[in-house]
Nanobody
Framework: QVQLVESGGGLVQAGGSLRLSCAASGTNGRIDAMGWYRQAPGKERELVAVIASGGSTTYADSAKGRFTISRDGAKNLIYLQMSSLKPEDTAVYYC????????????WGKGTQVTVSS
């Protein structure tokens, strides 16, 4: 059974930093890509950053220059280093593992709350 466990969320002041972690288990070693998404109250879930198995990355415009996604492939771990945080970054951050992009096989974590105070 595939499980994703996020950690690292919390309360931080504007301008501060946080690092989120996501550990995937039960994937039998195959993951096409992993990523971070977020959902603020009253808004749809949106992509923050994705990293493919080959190491290529994609960022939302709002994350470029402030957030960095990285991975430890051997351990099925990904990280999201967030800097220069803004109140509008406040959201629940979800980890997603895409086991097969071609066939649409993906799993979500339960999310971790990030709150940025002004």
């Amino acid at each position: 059974q595939v499980q994703l466990v996020e950690s690292g969320g919390g309360l931080v002041q504007a301008g501060g930093s946080l690092r989120l972690s996501c550990a995937a288990s039960g994937t039998n070693g195959r993951i096409d890509a992993m990523g971070w998404y977020r959902q603020a109250p009253g808004k749809e879930r949106e992509l923050v950053a994705v990293i493919a198995s080959g190491g290529s990355t994609t960022y939302a415009d709002s994350a470029k220059g402030r957030f960095t996604i990285s991975r430890d492939g051997a351990k099925n771990l990904i990280y999201l280093q967030m800097s220069s945080l803004k109140p509008e970054d406040t959201a629940v951050y979800y980890c997603k593992a895409m086991l097969s992009i071609l066939y649409g096989v993906a799993y979500w974590g339960k999310g971790t709350q990030v709150t940025v105070s002004s």
